[in-house]
């Protein structure tokens, strides 16, 4: 079993950054992939980013590459996601994921947080 707790959500303005941290409890987690999703007002769940155990090459979603930036600390069970040059179209609740399969997939992660919200002024 993976828990999973997000903080970091806030308002900010556009271009401005926020830092995203979701602390993991279980012994596993240091063997799941760790991803975050996102969801905004009428709209479905998103992927944003994923990593694996080791870190190396992280998946992004197209239109955050460049602007966001995934990170792990197994020894703190503990995934990052820093978040620059942020856009009013980034407004959503993000959510952390864990599971066992490197995926784009909503449906491939068994595990999910309660959510942070993320709110981008104009």
């Known amino acids: 079993q993976v828990q999973l707790v997000e903080s970091g959500g806030g308002l900010v303005q556009a271009g401005g950054s926020l830092r995203l941290s979701c602390v993991a409890s279980?012994?596993?987690?240091?063997?799941?992939?760790m991803g975050w999703f996102r969801q905004a007002p009428g709209k479905e769940r998103e992927f944003v980013v994923a990593?694996?155990?080791?870190?190396?090459?992280?998946l992004y979603l197209d239109s955050v590459k460049g602007r966001f930036t995934i990170s792990r600390d197994n020894a703190k069970n503990t995934v990052y996601l820093q978040m620059n040059s942020l856009k009013p179209e980034d407004t959503a609740v993000y959510y952390c994921?864990?599971?066992?399969?490197?995926?784009?997939?909503?449906?491939?992660?068994?595990?999910w947080g309660q959510g942070t919200q993320v709110t981008v002024s104009s």
């Open positions: 994921a864990a599971g066992w399969v490197y995926s784009m997939k909503s449906a491939d992660y068994d595990y």
């Open positions: 279980g012994r596993t987690f240091s063997g799941v992939v």
């Open positions: 990593i694996t155990r080791s870190g190396i090459s992280p």
